[in-house]
């Protein structure tokens, strides 16, 4: 767990912030005594207005990227975390036709089956409509078995599954969105890892909003990146939101953690500096890598899903693991 998210808790939970003089903070909006700091924006906030903000950061975001409208009909991936689910429940609140999905990807027995429960739980509760997939039940296999079977890493076999079976739940669905929850802190760390390494089409391509560009690939939105991953586990906290607060088994290593702590560092120093970077970037840096991917997209010989190759890399790595699970040739000896 971050160490920003451990700290929220005791600031909910019965601790106060401080405010300038030493004395109990009071909210930005009401005055009334602050429960959350907000270090970033400078303030600190009552539960209700702290909830208010979070909502206002979303609605900035559906906006200024034209995410989506009241019409539209929104596929919400959800992981069983806060984040998502604190998304979910803030669309609803806000009126929006939402439907969730959850992907049983199984990167751990346990978290597998508590992750999924969150999801049933929270959906439950609220007369939410709910879409499970399951990837051992309907696909025959598991992110740990491709990753062990191909040697690759599992935290990019996990993204590739998700964003293929994702894209096509929504696409067979109709559905007009697909809404993610990456927060500030997930797209912060994805920027810092797109710039050491100058990939400049992921770049381009790290956009809130990711516009459908062929009939199968439907359009993409991330409305929490102004929201922090310490607000997230906020909101939550403070909407009764049940949350799976374990990470996934198979994530310890990751280099995006890596990228978190970094960022975590700079954040703790100079509060400010994770926004400044993302927001600096959509705002003055993302207009010049514009253009650095023109990827023509064909679909796929094997799925007709859309891909830029002849076989998507979905279906590679299935064939991949087909091919590994073939048992040996057998030779008979046939008498001369
Ligand atoms: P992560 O890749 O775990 O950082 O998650 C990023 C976003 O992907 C989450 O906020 C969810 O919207 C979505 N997501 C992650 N895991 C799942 C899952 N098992 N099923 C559906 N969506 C997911
Ligand atoms: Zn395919």
């Keep these: ?43 600190a906030f009552c539960a209700d207005c702290f909830l208010r903000y979070v909502r206002n950061q979303v609605t900035k975001a559906i906006d200024e990227h034209s995410m989506f409208a009241e019409a539209d009909r929104l596929l919400v991936c959800v992981s069983g975390g806060k984040d998502s689910l604190a998304l979910w429940d803030m669309l609803m609140e806000m009126g929006y036709d939402t439907t969730g999905f959850h992907i049983v990807l199984w990167t751990g027995e346990e978290y597998a089956a508590e992750s999924r429960d969150m999801c049933e739980r929270f959906a439950q509760a609220r007369g939410a409509k709910l879409v499970v997939r399951d990837l051992k039940a309907d696909e025959g296999f598991t992110v740990e078995q491709i990753a062990r079977e191909g040697r690759r890493v599992p ?81 939550s906290i403070i909407r009764g939101i049940d949350y799976i607060v374990e990470e996934c088994p198979l994530v310890a290593g990751n280099t995006q953690l890596r990228y978190k702590d970094a960022l975590n560092s700079l954040e703790r120093l100079s509060p ?59 030779f008979t000896e046939v008498a001369p």
């Design 1 to 43: 767990m971050d160490a920003d998210e451990v700290e929220i808790r005791p600031v909910i939970s019965g601790g106060q912030p401080r405010g300038k003089g030493g004395g109990p903070a009071k909210c930005k909006r009401c005055r009334e005594p602050a429960k959350v700091e907000v270090a970033r924006a400078n303030a």
């Design 155 to 235: 935290c990019s076999v996990c993204g590739l599954t998700k964003r293929y079976l994702t894209n096509l739940a929504a696409s067979q669905g109709g559905y007009d969105v697909l809404v993610t929850g990456h927060n500030l802190d997930d797209e912060a760390a994805t920027l810092l890892g797109n710039a050491l390494h100058w990939q400049t089409e992921y770049i381009a391509r790290q956009m809130p909003a990711l516009p459908s560009t062929h009939a199968k690939l439907v359009k993409k939105v991330k409305p929490l990146y102004r929201v922090s991953e310490r607000e997230t586990a906020a909101y």
């Design 272 to 330: 400010g500096t994770k926004q400044q970077f993302l927001f600096g970037y959509l705002d003055k840096a993302a207009p010049l890598f514009a253009g650095s991917d023109p990827v023509t997209l064909r679909e796929c010989n094997e799925c007709g899903q859309p891909t830029t190759g002849e076989t998507c890399a979905y279906c590679r790595a299935k064939k991949q693991l087909r091919a590994k699970a073939r048992p040996p040739v057998e």
